[in-house]
């Protein structure tokens, strides 16, 4: 079921992408279809972990919804982390502590965890360097406030936590 899932959404994406219908000639071009089949069948067979254990997790309309309201929470952070990154660097002193701290995160699920790791990755300032299977990571940060694993969890990993979970868990 995975890769018949799996299927479906890489050939859809692939005839969006290519679109082989072509409007003022008012052709079809079987050759883009017949690749997009061919490539989107080895892709299932080399990648079939990409989707999760059960696909219906896939077409909840919940976990799409908080998708959905993830993307401007994440864009909120990533502009307040670009800010604060330009403030230390335009400011004459360059008010930064770097340093490497310990998280932890509640999420399970290895979509979720790299969801996540990436998140941290993508907002300035901060850098997952190393995700372990029991929960931690280590992160980067250009300004440590706090080294205690409970407030740094709360500064850095809370803010995506509680989304990532909603829609990966």
């Known amino acids: 079921m995975r890769r018949v899932v799996l299927f479906v959404v890489l050939f859809i994406v692939w005839y969006l992408f290519s679109w082989p219908y072509d409007f003022k000639d008012q052709t079809f071009d079987w050759q883009i279809f017949l690749a997009g ?12 972990e990409v989707i999760p254990v059960f696909p219906q997790k896939l077409f909840s309309l919940t976990r799409w919804y908080w998708a959905l309201y993830y993307i401007p929470v994440f864009c909120y952070y990533m502009l307040k982390a670009n800010l604060d990154v330009v403030y230390r660097i335009v400011h004459p002193r360059m008010p930064i502590n ?12 290895d979509a979720a965890r790299t969801v996540l790791a990436n998140s941290i990755t993508l907002t300035p300032g901060t850098m997952t360097v190393d995700l372990t ?3 931690y990571l280590y992160i980067h940060w250009i300004n ?13 990993v809370a803010p995506f936590e509680k989304f990532l979970e909603k829609i990966f868990e």
């Open 37 to 48: 089949i061919v490539f989107s069948f080895l892709l299932c067979l080399i990648f079939p």
């Open 98 to 109: 770097p340093g490497i701290v310990k998280v932890k995160t509640k999420l399970t699920s």
């Open 133 to 135: 299977d029991d929960g």
């Open 144 to 156: 440590v406030t706090d080294t205690d694993l409970e407030k740094a969890t709360a500064q850095i």
